[in-house]
């Protein structure tokens, strides 16, 4: 696994990369060669942030945490990536188990089936896009208390997104085409 390692107001220590290289080194049996780790390291004020990236073939798993020592957030990450890891694996297993997949697969023989299917939908809604700002849509969102907001947006007449970041910030996703 290949580790990128990006620090910001901080400067990283030899060991503590051995430490995160030791910690990601237990999932090498999950993932393949080409795999690549994103670590961003960042010092606010008293609290040190860590982030994990991990990019495997169409996989991502991501998790951050903020501690006071750089050590305990590290800790907290890969214990919450470890959890997403077992849950992705579980969810594989009970669809292999329960037959489902088969299932699909008999269903639609030329269907490529990825491991990471979405699961049904449960419901559809129409929603009318009307050109607005960016915080007039976030206007919107909270007034509906949704943690995102779809709109399209007055100033690039593109379909927009704006959503609430864990740490109460805003964000917002733009389409790009490649």
């Known amino acids: 696994m290949k580790v990128t390692y990006t620090a910001r107001k901080v400067n990283l220590r030899d060991n503590f990369k051995e430490r995160v290289e030791k910690k990601l080194l237990k999932f090498g049996k999950i993932f393949s060669e080409d795999?690549?780790?994103?670590v961003n390291v960042t010092l606010q004020k008293n609290t040190q942030?860590?982030?994990?990236?991990?990019?495997?073939?169409s996989n991502v798993y991501r998790a951050e945490s903020s501690q006071t020592e750089m050590n305990d957030a590290l800790d907290k990450v890969v214990d919450i990536l470890s959890g997403q890891m077992r849950k992705h694996k579980t969810k594989l297993s009970r669809r292999l188990?329960?037959?489902?997949?088969?299932?699909?697969?008999?269903?639609?023989?030329?269907?490529?089936?990825?491991e990471d299917a979405p699961f049904e939908i449960v419901r559809r809604k129409?929603?009318?896009?009307?050109?607005?700002?960016?915080?007039?849509?976030i206007l919107q969102m909270n007034m509906v208390n949704h943690k995102f907001y779809m709109f399209k947006n007055a100033e690039t007449e593109q379909v927009n997104v704006v959503y609430v970041r864990n740490d109460g910030a805003y964000g917002l996703l733009e389409p790009t085409f490649k």
């Open 49 to 57: 942030t860590v982030e994990i990236t991990i990019r495997d073939n």
């Open 35 to 38: 795999a690549e780790a994103s």
């Open 97 to 114: 188990r329960e037959g489902k997949l088969d299932e699909f697969v008999a269903e639609a023989p030329d269907v490529l089936v990825e």
């Open 126 to 137: 129409e929603v009318p896009l009307k050109p607005v700002s960016v915080d007039e849509a």
